[in-house]
Each structure stands twice: as structure tokens, then as C-alpha cells.
């Protein structure tokens, strides 16, 4: 299937990438058939590969993964997206469990053990039962998907993701008639993530997210567990997280545990704590402000590298096409 890579905007990737590794990408791009959306080879090169990962330790990847990967199907990149590098895509993390700054994730998650791992699959299905990641993924290719990612904090990054559609993975578990929705849940385990211990923590662990079935079963949603042709890093939401590009980054919860097919919209962690802030569908759009806040902008990170990079938010993260008609006829504005 196509999938449609959203143009990189005025930001282009020599302005976040070395210049080296800039050149190398280009043309290794310029060789792959121009018109095919994906290739069986991975489109960087091993010396682009080295650089971007210059100083960042990669966890060693659990067999089953290093299978797939060879297998995988690597999204061409003709326009030359503009991703955010693989260190600040590792060291600029949201991942509350292991504290509230942006670095704690990078320095705590390696304590998370990610193997083995099982996945509890209920609620409203025929399939239901204690899944490990392996078998979950065992019938299915991997997929690298290039998308935004769009916090609500009003920070954007664009990164290749390594997964995939949890529309097929959704179709094999078979949900009954009855199920309307799909409710995810975090590893909450306080020994090993130093966020949960904290006495000031707000949050009702576990972390729970949650999508109507026609946002689970969407082309675009994307079960993931590799990112940068890698396997996903621990501060990332290893061993598998949802991706769901067109929302803010909260909906694409890390580290699943459990998905439940149930028949009420799950309440969910932003929108208890706060739900004059964060709704449930949580869709971009700059014209819903949050209250402390504009969403009309974003600003690119690293800020330090160019000054200023601030340009117009995009309704649904730039993927209007591809999801509007899933809300037409709601008022985006109430049901935020
Ligand atoms: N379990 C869990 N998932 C989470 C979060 C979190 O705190 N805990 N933060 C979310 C937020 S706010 C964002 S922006 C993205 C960040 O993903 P990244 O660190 O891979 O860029 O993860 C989301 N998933
Ligand atoms: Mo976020």
C-alpha cells in the first residue's frame, strides 16, 4: 500500500542532519526506483547509518527482530524527509513512568526489563489470551513508516518508525460486534521505572490510551518496534507502542501490556487528570488552542541548531486526507 509522506515543510534536512550524512542519503535515495513507496533495502547507507547514530548506545536486539528485519519493507524517500536525528529522538522523550523531565527517560528506561514480554489481549474478542510481542507479530512484515509526531507541548518531530498496521494484527484477534473501542495499557512496574516512585506524581499509573475502532483499524495506525531501522529503544516504548500520527503524541502510548476491545470510550490518562486540557480524540489541530497555550505553531527541536524554526501547525498533523472523513459531522472543537 501507498503510503503518502507528507512534505517536510520549509525545514529541510540539511538543516538538521550533518551535511555528510545529507549527501550520502541523497544519493543513495536517487538510486532507489522513484516510484516505488517502498524497497526491500534499507535506503541509508551504513556510513549515513554510523553517523546518526554517533554517541547514542543501541540496545541489542531480541532475535525474532533481527529475523523480521530482514524481511522488512523500508519506505522510500525520494524528497529526502526531513527526520529528526536519532539522538534527539532518544534524549527528547515524554515518558512519564520514568520521570517528568525530558532526559529522564534516556537515563532510566534501560532499567526496564522488555524481555520476555507478553501482551494481554481481552475484552470483546475471539482471541483473547496472554500474547508474547514474537507471536504477535510472527505472520506479519515490518513496515518502516516516516510520520510525524506532533506533541502537544507544540514540538514536532518526523521519524521512521518500524512496524505494523494494527488494523491486520486487530483483524487476527477478531473483536465481536460489540466492541466499539480499543483501550491500551502501559507496564506499570515502580521497581524498575523511577517516575511511578515519585511522591509528587499526579498520574493513576497505569498509563491507559485509547481509540474508537475506525482510528484503531485506520491504514496510518501503526503498531511499532523499531524506529531508524533499529529496534525501539527502551525510552521509546519498547518493546512496542502505538503510533497514531494524525493525534498528539500522548494517544501513541509506549510500552503495551494490555489491549482491551470494551464498549465505552476508555477514560484515559490526560483526560482524567486534566479534561479541560486533553480530550479524548486529541486530534492536531492549530485551531484548538489548549488552554495555556496556542497550537497554531510549532517550533522544530533542536531549537538550538536553527533559529527560528516556527511554522504553521497542519489540521491532523498533515494528514487530512487520509483521516478527515473519520470525523465528519463532530464539531473538532467540542469533541477535542
Ligand atoms: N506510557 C507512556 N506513553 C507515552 C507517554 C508517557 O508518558 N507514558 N508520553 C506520550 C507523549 S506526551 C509523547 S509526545 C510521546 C513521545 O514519544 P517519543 O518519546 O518516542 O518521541 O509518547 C507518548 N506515550
Ligand atoms: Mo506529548
Known amino acids: 500500500m501507498l503510503i503518502k509522506v507528507p512534505d517536510g515543510g520549509e525545514c529541510r534536512e540539511s538543516q538538521v542532519t550533518p551535511e555528510e550524512t545529507y549527501l550520502n ?28 547514530y554517533a554517541g547514542v548506545a ?22 529526502g524527509e526531513s527526520l529528526t536525528p536519532f539522538r534527539d529522538a532518544t534524549h527528547y522523550n515524554n515518558f512519564y513512568e520514568f520521570g517528568p523531565d525530558k532526559g529522564d527517560p534516556a537515563r532510566h528506561a534501560a532499567g526496564m526489563v522488555t524481555e520476555p514480554w507478553t501482551v494481554m489481549i481481552d475484552g470483546e474478542v475471539e482471541r483473547p489470551g496472554q500474547y508474547s ?15 510525524r509526531l506532533r506533541c502537544v507541548e507544540a514540538w514536532p ?3 521512521p518508525w518500524l512496524g505494523i498496521p494494527l488494523a491486520g494484527l486487530i483483524e487476527r484477534l477478531a473483536p465481536t460486534s460489540a466492541a466499539k473501542y480499543v ?21 493513576d499509573w497505569p498509563y491507559v490510551e485509547g481509540l474508537r475502532m475506525d ?12 524506529m531508524y531501522g533499529r529496534v525501539l529503544p ?16 500522548f494517544k501513541s502510548i509506549k ?21 479541560d486540557e486533553y480530550g479524548f480524540y486529541a486530534n492536531v489541530n492549530p485551531q484548538v488552542s489548549h488552554p495555556r497555550w496556542s497550537q497554531a505553531r510549532e517550533r522544530r527541536l533542536p531549537g538550538s541548531l536553527f533559529s527560528p524554526n516556527i511554522r504553521q501547525t497542519q489540521l491532523f498533523n498533515g494528514y487530512a486526507d487520509q483521516v478527515s472523513h473519520l470525523y465528519a459531522g463532530m464539531d473538532l472543537a467540542r469533541d477535542y
Not at 184 to 197: I, K, N
Open 25 to 52: 542519503r541523497r544519493r543513495v535515495l536517487k538510486g532507489l526506483v522513484a516510484s516505488a513507496a517502498f524497497s526491500t533495502v534499507p535506503s541509508l547507507s551504513s556510513l549515513a547509518e554510523a553517523s546518526r
Open 58 to 79: 543501541v540496545a541489542k536486539a531480541p532475535a525474532w527482530f533481527d529475523d523480521k528485519l530482514l524481511h522488512a519493507q523500508w519506505q522510500a524517500s525520494p524528497d
Open 133 to 147: 510481542v514474537e507471536d504477535l507479530f510472527a505472520p506479519s512484515r515490518l513496515q518502516e513508516r516516516i510520520y
Open 157 to 159: 518531530m518526523v521519524i
Open 183 to 203: 483501550r491500551f495499557e502501559t507496564l506499570a512496574r515502580p521497581e524498575q521505572m523511577p517516575g511511578m516512585r515519585a511522591g509528587f506524581s499526579l498520574i
Open 215 to 226: 482510528e484503531a483499524v485506520h491504514p496510518l495506525t501503526l503498531l511499532a518496534v523499531g
Open 234 to 249: 527502551n525510552q521509546n516504548g519498547a518493546p512496542l507502542r502505538l503510533v497514531v500520527p494524525w493525534k498528539y503524541g
Open 255 to 275: 510500552s503495551i501490556v494490555r489491549i482491551s476491545f470494551v464498549r465505552e470510550q476508555p477514560k484515559t490518562t490526560w483526560q482524567a487528570m486534566a479534561p
